[in-house]
């Protein structure tokens, strides 16, 4: 606070934070006066892993940049002659200021709605989820859209008040909308099996249109459709694709590495789009969009499985309040034709998508005090796993390595595909495989079992349960 106050003054404080409204006022309101922003923040994972955000007019910083500041501060730190709890009190009393960034940037995402439902200036305040008026006098039929929304405790509460609200939704039976940082009713990630379950579970007992839930800073999200389909993963891709291809055919949709192929088909085949898919982390494939855009190949949406999605028309900020804004303008869209359309919308989008019947992922740890990395780090280790995988890999017939593929090795074989990478943060090889049936599942993680179990620094538990399942 103290570093922030010296450098950056006046320093000015949003509550309720969620990781991107700032960036977006910055972009559309505030331009030359914030510049660096921090948000101390959770993210997906359990609270013990709670930490800090940095952005600049860029965008998010990475892991690099975050060392240094570390570094630096840490520094400065110790060399200050004024770091008494006294006088960081003092310098903080004098400038911060608090800012309801918040109404700003929620109505921006009402009239965004409002705009797709026909209104061009989106000033009007008509509640578009509702059936237009003449519906409600002619037949006497009306009904509120019902939309429930799980914010697992963290931030994205707002979006019942500031946002559906506003819009003329039902939102009864949301759930976990007050901020608790120790997260008491699930793991706020929209990839995480109870949070969708409790979601699932919501719309279900709400009878509701649609579920909408966010991990604890908004950067990710995820829908169900009102029968209790899940919209998260590779079907929330295939459907954000879907509506991104209707506003801009043929373009590139950038992803994660470990999308599915049936992604590709349905992104290449039936949407007409092209699929590049890149490497894991939401920065990675935001910054590959950017970077094609600057090529000349045309993408205008970077998402990831774990539910990070990206617009081109949203400056590129990875924003699930936006991604949700993105489906709910769709179904404004649908409803001023057709005063009974529902969730129904959304799911038809992807029907053609092919799923696996089989999808998991596996994650083994490397020990890092194991005697077997000779004193290298565990990335070292784990590249020379890989490296051994591949060449294993090469000697087999009825399984082959991908020909494009952007991090760790993806193989192909027995109808699915497998890929082991190197965590973006921890001393882990993630294993996704993917296979028609549990048998075909069990060949692909046997290949890996058989190449990396002479790794004695790999805990293999895991791989290994899953194969004797
Ligand atoms: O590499 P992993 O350990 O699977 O983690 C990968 C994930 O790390 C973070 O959570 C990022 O926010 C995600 O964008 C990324 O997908």
Known sequence: MRGMLESFCPLENGDDSCCHFLLHLQDFHWQAKIL??????????????????FFTSDGGLNKANIKDILERASRIYEESEHGSIQELEEASRGVVTNVDYMSIYASDLVQAVRKSAGNKDGNVPVA??????FVLISTNRWKGMHIVVDAGNGAGGFF????LRPLGAVTTGSQFLEP??????????PEDKNAMKAITQAVLDNKADLGIIFDTDVDRSAAVDSSGRELNRN????????????????????????????????????????????KRGYKNVIDEAIRLNSIGEESHLAMETSGHGALKENHWLDDGAYLMVKLLNKLAAARTQNSSAGSEVLTNLVEGLKEAAVAVEVRLKIDQSHADLKGGSFRDYGESVLKHLENVINSYSNVHIAPKNYEGIRVSGYGGWFLLRLSLHDPVLPLNIEAPNNDDATKLGLAVLAAVSEFPALDVTALKKFVQE
């Not at 608790?180 to 990630?189: A, Q, W």
């Not at 950038?254 to 039936?270: P, R, W």
């Open 128 to 133: 578009f989820f509702r059936p237009l008026l």
């Open 180 to 189: 608790d940082g120790l997260f008491p009713n699930h793991i706020p990630n």
């Open 36 to 53: 660096p922003l921090f948000f101390c923040t959770a993210s997906h994972l359990p609270y013990n892993r709670n930490g800090f955000k």
């Open 160 to 163: 019942v008040d500031k946002v």
């Open 235 to 278: 079907r929330l891709i295939a459907l954000m694709a879907a509506i991104v291809l209707e506003e801009h055919p043929g373009t590139t949709i950038v992803t994660d590495s470990v999308t599915s192929d049936g992604l590709t088909t349905f992104i290449e085949n039936k949407l007409g789009g092209k699929h590049h898919r890149f």
